[in-house]
């Protein structure tokens, strides 16, 4: 399978199934914004909600673009990278969220601990979200799960206590699982979608072989 046929069956179906993933991240800044009210720095929780809410509404702007524009096989790269971008960008809002909303006091560790769990647990279910729909390419799939997950996870390492460390090194393994198990899920979706292709050659050049015969018999 020709790599251009190959990034348009990539565009179409990412974009196909794009309504969910621009929603879910509104839905979730939505519960995680009540969550962390009495706790966190508000006008920055404020700033991030509408950040993530505006971000999302600029998204379904692009997916109407997209189904405005006929996807041909010089253009569809064009639009992988607009995706690519898109989605990289949503990964570094919400890797931010657990480094920035919450306040680190020393005094307030345990809660600290358990109200950023809380927030790298919504993390963590976009990311698993995120898998299945963008495992068809690992350029998204990996520019979206990167910047959401290493960057919290390394600044609770770096925090040095035993209950933060641990909580990030937790996030660094899911991490490499969620990244292995995307990389299994691309092989075989690849493989489904040179199958497909194949399949469509072979229907095409069973039409032409039955016009062939059809034309020879009536000759």
Known sequence: MQNKQLIKAQVEILYSQSAV???FPVL???ILGFVLWE???KRILIAWVVVIWVYAASRFVLLWKYNKTEITLDNA???LDIFIGSVCLSGIMWGLAAIILMPHEGKNITEFTMYTGITLLSVSGLVAGATI???VCLSVLY???LPALLPPALYLIALGDIYNSTLGGFILLYCFFISSAGYRMNKQLLGY???QHELE???QQFQQLKLMYQKAVNR
Do not use: E
């Open 193 to 195: 979608i040179q199958k």
């Open 77 to 79: 790269a064009k639009w």
């Open 28 to 30: 979730a800044s939505i």
């Open 143 to 145: 520019f979206y799960v």
């Open 133 to 135: 729909s963008y495992s």
């Open 39 to 41: 706790v966190a720095h």
């Open 201 to 203: 050659k072979l229907k």
């Open 21 to 23: 993933t621009f929603l």
